[in-house]
């Protein structure tokens, strides 16, 4: 096994994940088998207690694991299946260790940091890096470690040392440690400042790494004579040099790194320069070009509690994103704070309710998302009930479907007090219930998590023709709630179709309205599947319905592969082909640019 160190220096939020998945899209182009671990160094055993806020979103994994968000990058660009070990925290190896020591598997000694929690940590790390993950027998050819956090945290020490006898246990040839750091530009000089990546470089080898790659990140290409002068301060060859500056689009990331022979610098560190072919990256490339290229605009509305942090719904912007180049259409992303729609804000403060609706007004599709907590809970209805009634697409995921459900119950089931026992125990009209198998104790790994079948009860529902007219599907959960089994009979009497449900017949996972151009909702959460090559059905279809094609991926034979012609440049506001103004025809040279979609 073959080892790759990804560790990162002078601030937080370089793109560290990014650059650990796009050097395995390039080796895995090379023809090896590749698998990922994600370090975190923060006591959590895992991450499904973090706020948004603190953590961006929670990934959830087919394992039911609830893991750091760079996992998702890893398999999205990889198109791999990883396990909750493959996310190493402090906590998990902390839990570890003391079960150790309450069994005496430590046969009396004295339990200490060195060497007791350093060797298990290289020992989770071999274990989980010989579990394959692509699908095939046995282990992968590399693995790609990401430190998380920066080199000179006090909560990385322990990681640190035991990364660095690591490196010395497996020996030359199969350890690759590639720092990324910051050059700067000052806007005063005008010029590329290598001094804060020198010092990163000397903590990192006073703490007993050594890198043999350095990682740039920069505005621009870096200059041949900075190249130079860190070549010479940090003691690493010219060529083990890379730039990764910034660029429109992820995607973009691992032709830079061809570009830059980075696959012929790895192999040669790992002793693989005579295994390795030539990397094809032409799908990577055909694919981001075609996403800088793309002109007409399908405008898209996310309701949500924290669209301060588009961290926070990363899966979603990028299975929107997937859908929309699949569609030939230039994502916007207009984000919307749920409780800006509600009556307290117009009262409070009317810009913003006049701001947040004036969005949602002039969108082609809205999108309700998942979410804990009643803040906006009112806001998310009321957007369920503006995309219903002006039969706008919509799609409702987690929560989305719930308050979808509560809204069609208030407004055509006219029962005004229907809503989610987790927002209003007391009610008469429970909609939505906490499901019978939670615990109301304990937070952390009590949700119903993980890849759960969804079985098809409405063969010719728009989500089954999506899903190709399969009898099931596999999709992710993260849940504590559910609609109410007692109420979907009076529901589906009201014109409301359950088109999903799980294995026993009594937990709804997808609802549509028949009538209505396309409004599903989905109580599972279909981004963490969704792939750049292969878009997730339920967004694709939410992308052609608001550009008003729907009907050609539904074709049972082309849905997860429909490529839909540029065709002439018209917009589509609500669902409606209109001719498209300079303006929007031309919404690719504003600025508002986030890894190649379009946000305001």
């Not at 671990?37 to 694991?65: Q, R």
């Not at 390795?276 to 996310?302: F, G």
């Not at 809970?377 to 799609?395: D, H, Q, S, T």
């Amino acid at each position: 096994m073959k080892y790759v160190l990804v560790t990162g220096g002078v601030v937080s939020g370089l793109g560290k994940g990014v650059t650990a998945s796009s050097i395995g899209v390039l080796l895995k182009a090379c023809g090896l088998r590749v698998t990922s671990i994600k370090i975190d160094p923060y006591l959590n055993t895992d991450a499904g207690t973090m706020s948004p806020f603190e953590h961006g979103e929670v990934f959830v994994l087919d394992d039911g694991g609830e893991v750091d968000l760079d996992l998702g990058n890893y398999e999205r660009f990889l198109d791999i299946k990883l396990t909750r070990d493959n996310n190493i925290t402090t906590g998990k190896i902390y839990q570890h260790v003391i079960a150790k020591e309450r069994k005496g598997d430590y046969l009396g000694k004295t339990v200490q940091v060195v060497p007791h929690i350093t060797d298990a940590i290289q020992e989770w790390i071999e274990r989980v890096a010989a579990i394959p993950v692509d699908g095939e027998e046995g282990p992968a050819d590399v693995c790609v470690i990401e430190l998380g956090g920066t080199i000179g945290d006090i909560e990385s020490a322990p990681f640190i040392e035991a990364l660095g006898q690591f490196s010395y246990r497996v020996g030359p040839g199969n350890f690759c440690l590639v720092h990324v750091s910051l050059v700067p530009v000052l806007n005063v000089v005008g010029e590329q400042k290598t001094k804060p990546t020198q010092h990163s470089v000397r903590g990192l080898r006073g703490l007993g790494l050594i890198p043999d790659i350095l990682a740039c990140r920069s505005t621009k290409a870096l200059e041949e004579n900075v190249k130079e002068k860190l070549a010479q301060f940090c003691h690493v060859p010219l060529e083990n040099i890379f730039t990764l500056y910034d660029v429109p689009n992820i995607w973009h990331i691992p032709r830079l790194l061809k570009d830059q022979k980075a696959h012929l610098v790895i192999s040669k560190v790992l002793n693989l320069a005579s295994s390795v072919k030539e990397p094809s990256l032409e799908e990577w490339t055909s694919r981001a070009e075609l996403c800088a290229n793309l002109h007409v605009p399908v405008r898209i509305a996310v309701v949500g509690k924290y669209t301060s942090l588009s961290d926070a719904y990363l899966s979603i912007l990028k299975a929107l994103l997937h859908a929309s180049v699949a569609c030939r259409k230039k994502l916007v992303v207009d984000w919307v704070p749920a409780c800006d729609l509600e009556k307290e804000t117009q009262k409070e403060n009317p810009n913003a309710y006049k701001a947040a609706w004036k969005l949602l007004k002039g969108v082609d599709g809205v999108l309700v998302p998942g979410g804990f907590g009643d803040r906006g809970v009112e806001g998310k209805i009321l957007a369920a009930k503006y995309a219903r009634e002006n039969k706008i697409p919509f799609l409702g995921i987690c929560l989305g479907m719930q308050v979808a459900v509560i809204e069609f119950a208030r407004s055509v089931l006219c029962l005004h007090d229907a809503n989610s026992t987790e927002f209003k125990p007391e009610t008469k009209h429970p909609c939505i219930i906490f499901m019978p198998e939670g615990s109301r104790t304990h937070m952390g790994g009590t949700m119903r998590l993980g890849s759960r079948k969804s079985i098809f009860t409405v063969k010719d529902s728009k989500s089954a023709k999506l899903y190709g007219n399969k009898t099931f599907v596999d999709e992710r959960h993260r849940h504590r709630y559910e609609v109410n089994p007692d109420m979907v009979e009076r529901l589906e009497k009201a014109g409301l179709s359950f088109a999903a449900k799980d294995e026993t017949g009594k937990r709804m996972e997808i609802v549509e309205l028949p009538s209505h151009p396309f409004f599903i909702g989905a109580q599972f959460h279909p981004e963490y599947k969704s792939r750049p090559g292969k878009a997730s059905p339920l967004f694709l279809g939410l992308i052609a319905a608001s550009c008003g094609e729907l009907d050609s991926v539904m074709n049972p034979a082309s849905a997860h592969q429909h490529l839909i012609s540029n065709g002439p440049k018209n917009v589509f506001v609500n669902g409606t082909s209109k001719k498209a103004s300079n303006g929007l025809a031309d919404v690719r040279q504003n600025n508002g640019y986030c890894n190649g979609l379009y946000t305001r």
